[in-house]
T-cell receptor, first 113, second 112 residues
């Protein structure tokens, strides 16, 4: 089975802290994604990457950056966490650029206080 | 990508078929219909996708109307574990990989 593993299920951080959310997939997938999910807003794409060291902005990239130094790992970085970044963060990967089937991690619930 | 419209919520009795509708009246000829679901406190899970023909796999069936303006996801024998939010998405298989955009979905509740 494909596994997409997010490093933490729950995180509590203080305003202004730098936050790293890690995601690892074990199926050699090209594409990886970071979403945030908020009640009433569905899933919103933050960033995605279709290859090592490649990244593209999604719909809501402001306040976030990403890093993909290895194919299996895609990190989301909050340079200076703010309370409006309290959310559920979901990582996903898919085998090819057509993205015919995406596999999601369990999510990280981040609370910024 | 074409927009989709789904009911906000639906109930279904356990053991009965659950039929989840989706309208996508502006779908283009090269856009596929995808279904995902998200069980509470888990990440979304891929279910099925199709272009024109009806599709079936071990999880569900997908019925697409001839004009492709709407589709129905069918869970043939719903169980309590099928209670989830179901997302209908339309997208192409070309272009940017960003084309996996989720709307609000349908909350399906399977009742005992």
């Amino acid at each position: 089975d494909v596994k997409v593993t997010q490093s933490s299920r729950y995180l509590v951080k203080r305003t202004g802290e730098k936050v790293f959310l890690e995601c690892v997939q074990d199926m050699d997938h090209e594409n990886m994604f970071w979403y945030r999910q908020d009640p009433g807003l569905g899933l919103r794409l933050i960033y995605f990457s279709y290859d090592v060291k490649m990244k593209e902005k999604g719909d809501i990239p402001e306040g976030y950056s990403v890093s993909r130094e290895k194919k299996e790992r895609f990190s989301l970085i909050l340079e200076s966490a703010s309370t409006n970044q309290t959310s559920m963060y979901l990582c996903a990967s898919s085998i090819n650029r057509a993205n015919t089937e995406a596999f999601f991690g369990q999510g990280t619930r981040l609370t910024v206080v | 990508d074409a927009k989709t419209t789904q009911p906000t919520s639906m109930d279904c009795a356990e053991g009965r078929a659950a039929n989840l509708p989706c309208n996508h009246s502006t779908i283009s000829g090269n856009e596929y219909v995808y279904w995902y679901r998200q069980i509470h406190s888990q990440g979304p899970q891929y279910i099925i996708h199709g272009l024109k023909n009806n599709e079936t796999n071990e999880m569900a069936s997908l019925i697409i109307t001839e004009d492709r303006k709407s589709s129905t996801l069918i869970l043939p024998h719903a169980t309590l574990r099928d209670t989830a939010v179901y997302y209908c998405i339309v997208r192409t298989h070309s272009g940017s990989a960003r084309q996996l955009t989720f709307g609000s979905g349908t909350q399906l509740t399977v009742l005992p």
